[in-house]
């Protein structure tokens, strides 16, 4: 499987972005799907994943701004991005498994090229 980010950009405290996240197979309850970030300095860290078709999890200080989403006739993964604060500013990028599921990146095997978000 490959993934292919887009949506990132700009935006001011308060803002929104959606990121898409376009999938080269079908995943579904086949895959552990994924979404980081990485700001410049710090190490990569989870914000939202969904297990194997099942339930999604969100970090503590995204839960309830941010919403993962996908659309299996799109192939299509999203992460809609509410209320931005400048700490949400890094690189984003989606991630799938077929086997391991946890907020540890080394848990994915398969990654996008990342897209940037900047709240200012």
């Known amino acids: 499987v490959q993934l292919v980010e887009s949506g990132g950009g700009s935006v001011q405290t308060g803002g929104s972005l959606r990121l898409s996240c376009e999938v080269s197979?079908?995943?579904?309850?086949?895959?552990?799907i994924g979404w980081f970030r990485q700001a410049p300095g710090k190490k990569r860290e989870g914000v939202a994943r969904?297990?194997?078709?099942?339930?999604?999890y969100y970090l503590d200080p995204v839960r309830g701004r941010f919403t993962m989403s996908q659309d299996n006739a799109k192939s299509m993964m999203y992460l809609q991005m509410n209320s931005l604060k400048p700490e949400d500013t890094a690189m984003y990028y989606c991630?799938?498994?077929?086997?391991?599921?946890?907020?540890?990146?080394?848990?994915?095997?398969?990654w996008g090229q990342g897209t940037q978000v900047t709240v200012s």
């Open positions: 197979a079908y995943i579904d309850s086949n895959y552990c």
């Open positions: 969904r297990h194997f078709g099942g339930n999604i």
């Open positions: 991630a799938a498994d077929p086997v391991a599921c946890s907020w540890s990146p080394a848990d994915f095997g398969t």
